[in-house]
C-alpha cells in the first residue's frame, strides 16, 4: 500500500527516504496479470513441462472454469495471478528450460564446453579411441581468422582430415572450411537452423508450423520431406515460406537429416542432438550405451515386420524382405556375411531386417 525509498552516503551516518502513500497504477485484481508469476507456479509449470504435458492443458489446469463461457464465480471469490497467466508466459518458461540444455553461454565455444562438462559429470561424456569423427565450428571471428586457425591446424596436424565438420550457416565460417578441408562433410548445426527459422516467424502464433518444422528438419526419407514441405507451403506465412526459399531450399544437403543416413552410431550422436528438444533422449545419452539402446529398438521394430514380407532365398543363407516405408523395394538379408542392404544396418551392424529374421529363425 505504499512504497519508501531510501539513499545511504558512504562514510557518513545519513541516510535519506521518500515515502509515497500511494501507488502509481491500479493496484489488485487490474494489476495482476502485471505482476511476476509466482516462483511456486513457475516450477509447477516447468515439471509439467518436463513430464511433456502440452501448455495448453498447463494453461486450461491453471485457469480451471474461471475463463469458461457461463460460469458463475462465488460472489467472495479472490482473483488469483494464475487467472492470469497466458500461453505466451509458458511458453517462455518452456524455452528457459530447453535453453538448460542447449544454450549454456552466449558464446557457442563456451557453451560446448559446459556441455561437455555437464556430460562428464553424469558419466554420459562419448569418448573416441582415435580421431574425432566430427568437428563442430563455434567462432566469432571473421573469414580470415578462421582461415588462419584451419590454416595452422592443418599444417601442425598434416595426417588429420576430419570426417564431418559442422558450423551454423556463417558464410565467413563454411568458405574458410571448405577451403582448408575441401574433402571433409560440412553439415549445418540443427540448433542454429531452427533458431534461424524461429526468428522469422511468430511460433505462439503458428504452432502447428514449428511443430512441422522441428519434425521436417529431422526426416530422412525424400518422400515424407516433400509432403512436409507441400503442408509447411500450404500453412505457413508467406513471408516465411519465403524466406525457406531464398535462403535454405538451395542448401538441404547442408541441414537435412536425408543427407545423414548411414554413418556409425558415434557420428550420428556427435552431430548435436542435444541441442534438440528432449535431447538427451533423442540422442540416447541417457542410455547405459548407445548401440544397446539402439540395438534394443530394432529387436522391437523387427517384432513389427510381418512374415509375409520375408522370402527365403537360399536355404537359411539369403532373404529378402519388403520395405516397410516403401513397398517397391525389397532389402538382402545375407545371414554368411551378416549384413543387410538397408541403410539402417551400417550405424550398429544391425536393423530390424536382420532382427525379424532372427525372431523368425532363431536357429
Known amino acids: ?5 531510501i539513499k545511504s552516503y558512504p562514510g557518513t551516518a545519513v541516510i535519506l527516504g521518500s515515502y509515497v502513500e500511494k501507488h502509481s497504477h491500479p493496484i489488485g485484481a487490474e494489476n495482476l496479470k502485471y505482476i511476476h508469476v509466482s516462483e511456486e507456479t513457475r516450477d509447477w509449470i516447468a515439471g509439467e513441462l518436463r513430464n511433456h504435458v502440452e501448455p495448453q492443458h498447463i494453461l486450461k489446469t491453471l485457469h480451471g472454469n474461471i475463463h469458461s463461457d457461463g460460469s458463475i464465480l462465488p460472489e467472495d471469490y479472490v482473483p488469483h495471478r494464475n487467472d492470469f497467466i497466458t500461453l505466451r508466459e509458458i511458453r517462455q518458461i518452456q524455452k528457459d528450460i530447453e535453453a538448460e540444455t542447449v544454450r549454456l553461454s552466449r558464446e557457442d ?7 561437455a562438462e555437464k556430460l562428464r559429470e553424469s ?6 579411441k582415435a580421431l574425432p569423427v566430427s568437428w563442430m565450428i563455434a567462432s566469432n571471428g571473421q573469414e580470415e581468422t578462421i582461415n588462419y586457425y584451419l590454416l595452422l591446424f592443418r599444417q601442425n596436424n598434416p595426417s588429420t582430415t576430419p570426417k564431418y565438420i559442422m558450423s551454423d550457416k556463417d558464410r565467413g565460417q563454411m568458405n574458410a572450411i571448405q577451403a582448408k578441408y575441401p574433402l571433409s562433410t560440412l553439415y549445418l548445426c540443427w540448433w542454429h537452423v531452427l533458431h534461424a527459422w524461429q526468428q522469422h516467424f511468430s511460433t505462439s502464433d503458428w504452432p502447428e508450423v514449428w511443430t512441422l518444422l522441428r519434425r521436417w528438419i529431422r526426416v530422412t526419407n525424400a518422400e515424407e520431406f516433400e509432403n512436409i ?3 509447411i507451403r500450404e500453412t505457413a506465412p508467406p513471408s516465411m515460406v519465403q524466406y525457406l526459399e531464398d535462403n535454405w531450399m538451395n542448401e538441404v544437403e547442408l541441414w537435412s537429416a536425408m543427407y545423414r543416413r548411414g554413418r556409425s552410431i558415434e557420428a550420428e550422436n556427435v552431430v548435436p542432438y542435444y541441442i534438440q528438444k528432449h535431447c538427451r533422449q533423442a540422442a540416447g545419452f541417457d542410455g547405459p550405451n548407445l548401440e544397446q539402446k539402439r540395438r534394443s529398438d530394432m529387436d522391437s521394430l523387427g517384432l513389427q515386420i510381418p512374415s509375409t514380407d520375408i522370402t527365403e532365398v537360399d536355404e537359411s543363407v539369403r532373404y529378402l524382405i519388403l520395405s516397410q516405408s ?6 538382402i538379408i545375407n ?3 551378416f549384413s543387410c542392404s538397408c541403410p539402417s544396418f551400417t550405424s550398429i551392424s544391425f536393423c530390424k531386417h536382420m532382427a525379424a529374421i532372427r525372431h523368425r529363425f532363431p536357429e
Open 123 to 128: 558419466g554420459d561424456l562419448l569418448a573416441f
Open 326 to 331: 516403401d513397398q517397391t523395394r525389397f532389402y
Open 229 to 231: 514441405w507441400r503442408t
Open 109 to 115: 565455444g563456451v557453451s560446448c564446453i559446459k556441455w
Open 1 to 5: 500500500s505504499c512504497k519508501l525509498t
Open 335 to 337: 545371414l554368411t556375411t
